[in-house]
């Protein structure tokens, strides 16, 4: 009998530790700074890129715009990139959690990745290309979670649809990808 019991309590636990509800866990990131999230499923692990020139990972109080990156290769290149876009919020005046998104305050999502935007006759096109992108006033989730003078982290989720850029802009719902468990940290600078 006792052996039975013993059986019997290892199939329950066996049973209460397993996720069958179909939601995958949250992905820890291998990077210290980091923009991740799952795309249809698959885990996209990018790492935020160094400073330079360009506008990535900087609020600009005048604008209030905050924009942050991190990219495939942990370098600012084109293989591959996320990107987070808060427009109209002023950083140092919010309180947290901030997910209170409403027509003046907007967020929005882009994800680039050369080995999956699909083979389309408008994304290869000389001064065109494509990325999937979203935003929070057409279904984007996202909240800010923690924040100082320098780093910004967050969660986000939502569905991003292919969407043209250069001089082929549009924006196509029938070809899109699923961001599921998203989450960043990144670090960022303050500038005029």
């Known amino acids: 009998m006792k ?4 059986f019997a309590l290892l199939i329950i636990m066996n049973l209460s530790c397993n996720n069958d509800d179909g939601v995958l866990p949250t992905p820890d990131s291998q ?40 990219y495939k290769n942990g370098e600012i290149t084109r293989d591959g ?24 305050t907007n967020a929005s999502l882009e994800w680039y990745d050369t080995s999956i935007v699909p083979e389309d006759d408008r994304c290869g096109i000389v001064d065109q290309g494509c990325t999937f992108s979203n935003s929070t006033d057409k279904g984007l989730e996202l ?15 939502g569905r991003l649809f292919l969407t043209g850029t250069g001089f082929g802009a549009f924006r196509d719902e029938s070809v899109f990808v699923d961001i599921t468990n998203g989450s960043f940290k990144t670090d960022y600078r303050t500038t005029d």
């Open 31 to 70: 990077f210290e700074n980091f923009i991740i999230g799952r795309v249809n499923g698959d885990v996209v692990d990018y790492e935020q890129g160094p400073f330079s020139s360009n506008i990535s990972n900087t609020y600009f109080p005048k604008s209030q715009v905050t924009r942050v990156q991190a």
């Open 143 to 157: 909240t800010i979670t923690n924040l100082t003078d320098n780093l910004i982290e967050g969660r986000f989720s």
């Open 81 to 104: 990139y996320w990107q987070v876009t808060l427009g109209n919020l002023d950083l140092p005046e919010i309180d947290l959690p901030f997910s209170s998104w409403n027509d003046s």
């Open 3 to 6: 052996r039975y019991s013993i």
